[in-house]
């Protein structure tokens, strides 16, 4: 019964902030704001964390999360408005009991830290989000690096104090928004291999703001507000237990089927496949170029090795012009060590090996059978 009336607060707190959200509700001198950062999970929107701001406020009944990473699933045309950048995403609100339910559910972390501002900037912060919430400013086309739950996050607080952020964060400073990226997605390495094939030269760029949830943990934790620790704890609300990692596995794995694929391709069915296969990708990938907005996803020099000239490969052996076939192997073969020169520069050799090695193959055999 308890429960009940407590969600049937909550709903009622829900409606009153949607449909009255330029009535501003004044924080009792307890307030709290805290940011939320939440661990990784395997889905693969979830791959990267995700953050949150907490509002509590027991004298008022008060404990919320919001956050900007909301979408909705069944958008119409959900996964070309998501590849184009155009998808709107929105500010969530929940109570926190739920919201950490959900990821307690999910084996995700939920990691807590209440920030040492005055009150007034606490109310700043709460008018912004309360008023913003329900409404078209909630609306924003996400970024993958430069405007999504964390980035926002970032900028509403500062924007609302005088806090600078300290960048010097242990594991990020000096390194590539990719190699930063690379450190979770070895984790998953299928999506992190295709993630890492779509992205171009912006992500390539050394890191220079926040744009990963625990990025903002660590940058909390070094920050000083005032001559002060910007927040004095992290408080763990849930830590996630140890999965068994099959990443090894999963890399061998893709490698060998690569290399017996290569193999494979001594004939000429499956080199046909093989090239074909490899040349519609290099089409959607230089396609992405002119469709996406989004900016991760343009230059992108992996068509060095997801390359058009497959397809050109494909029509030479198919019309037996052996002598064009070859000087297309040769062109295609140029690029490649020009690609593998440009990931072990920008390190991220591993991720791509098993991929590269299987065209490599192929076009050594492919070579041979033609000579």
């Given at each position: 019964m308890y429960r009940f009336f407590k969600n049937i607060l909550v709903v009622c707190l829900f409606f009153t902030f949607s449909i009255s959200y330029c009535q501003s509700i004044t924080l009792s001198d307890q307030a709290k704001v805290s940011v939320i950062t939440c661990g990784t999970g395997n889905e693969l929107h979830s791959l990267f964390g995700h953050t949150g701001i907490r509002i509590l406020d027991e004298t008022l009944?008060?404990?919320?999360?919001?956050?900007?990473?909301?979408?909705?699933?069944?958008a119409p045309n959900f996964y070309g408005k998501f590849l184009k950048g155009d998808l709107l995403y929105f500010i969530g609100l929940d109570d926190f009991n739920s919201f950490l339910f959900n990821y307690q559910m999910s084996n995700r972390s939920v990691w807590e830290q209440p920030l040492e501002i005055s009150l007034e900037n606490k109310q700043a912060v709460f008018d912004e989000l309360a008023s913003t919430y329900g409404t078209k400013k909630a609306l924003y086309t996400y970024k993958f690096i430069d405007k999504n739950c964390t980035t926002l996050a970032v900028d509403l607080i500062e924007k609302h104090t005088d806090v600078v952020f300290n960048l010097n964060i242990p594991g990020a400073k000096g390194l590539s928004n990719r190699e930063i990226l690379n450190v979770y997605l070895q984790k998953n390495y299928i999506p992190g291999l295709g993630i890492n094939l779509v992205f171009g030269t912006k992500t390539d760029k050394v890191f220079n703001h926040i744009f990963l949830p625990e990025q903002l943990l660590q940058a909390i934790q070094l920050t000083q507000y005032k001559n002060q620790p910007i927040s004095n704890q992290v408080i763990s609300h849930y830590e996630a237990h140890a999965e068994s990692s099959s990443t090894l596995f999963i890399i061998t794995g893709t490698a060998v089927f690569f290399i017996i694929l290569?193999?494979?391709?001594?004939y000429k069915w499956v080199a046909y496949s093989f090239y074909i296969f490899i040349g519609m990708l290099s089409l959607f990938l230089f396609g992405m170029q002119f469709y996406s907005l989004h900016n991760e996803v343009h230059y992108n020099y992996n068509l060095l090795l997801i390359n058009p000239l497959f397809l050109l490969a494909f029509f030479y052996l198919l019309t037996n012009q052996l002598k064009k076939y070859k000087t297309t192997i040769k062109y295609i073969s140029y690029c490649i060590t020009i690609?593998?020169?440009?990931?072990?520069?920008?390190?991220?050799?591993?991720?791509?090996?098993?991929?590269?090695?299987?065209?490599?193959l192929t076009l050594f055999i492919q070579w041979k059978l033609t000579k």
């Open positions: 009944g008060i404990d919320l999360v919001y956050n900007y990473g909301a979408f909705d699933f069944s290569g193999f494979l391709c001594m690609y593998i020169g440009l990931v072990i520069f920008n390190g991220y050799l591993f991720m791509v090996f098993p991929i590269l090695l299987g065209i490599s």
